[in-house]
């Protein structure tokens, strides 16, 4: 499975931005794709995650209520919408993908075995 995210860039905060992840190879295993994000000195962070087979979103504390995880299924593509942009959203985010359901059940611990090249953020 290989994962290419697009779509980051600068943004005033208050801003909003969406990203896009595109799968392509064996898609047809995977439980569930995820956002993470990393900025620098810290450590990655699950930001949200969906289940392809129906649509169940998580999503860490600080996003709620700003970021909404989607896809379409029919095109192995995954999209973090990003709304109320604010200078601690500034990252690398990476889009990843799992087979497993006890790995999409502690997305946030972020085991994915696939994982994107990542598409800067930044809020300023």
């Known amino acids: 499975v290989q994962l290419v995210e697009s779509g980051g860039g600068s943004v005033q905060a208050g801003g909003s931005l969406r990203l896009s992840c595109a799968a392509s190879?064996?898609?047809?295993?995977?439980?569930?794709m995820g956002w993470f994000r990393q900025a620098p000195g810290m450590g990655r962070e699950g930001v949200a995650i969906?289940?392809?087979?129906?649509?169940?979103?998580n999503y860490t504390d600080s996003v709620k209520g700003r970021f909404t995880i989607s896809q379409d299924n029919a095109n192995d593509t995954v999209y973090l919408r990003m709304n109320g942009l604010k200078p601690s959203d500034t990252a690398m985010y990476y889009c990843?993908?799992?087979?497993?359901?006890?790995?999409?059940?502690?997305?946030?611990?972020?085991?994915?075995?696939?994982w994107g090249q990542g598409t800067q953020v930044t809020v300023s």
């Open positions: 969906i289940y392809r087979s129906d649509g169940r979103t």
């Open positions: 190879g064996y898609t047809y295993f995977i439980t569930c």
């Open positions: 990843a993908a799992d087979k497993s359901f006890s790995v999409c059940g502690r997305w946030d611990l972020g085991r994915f075995t696939y």
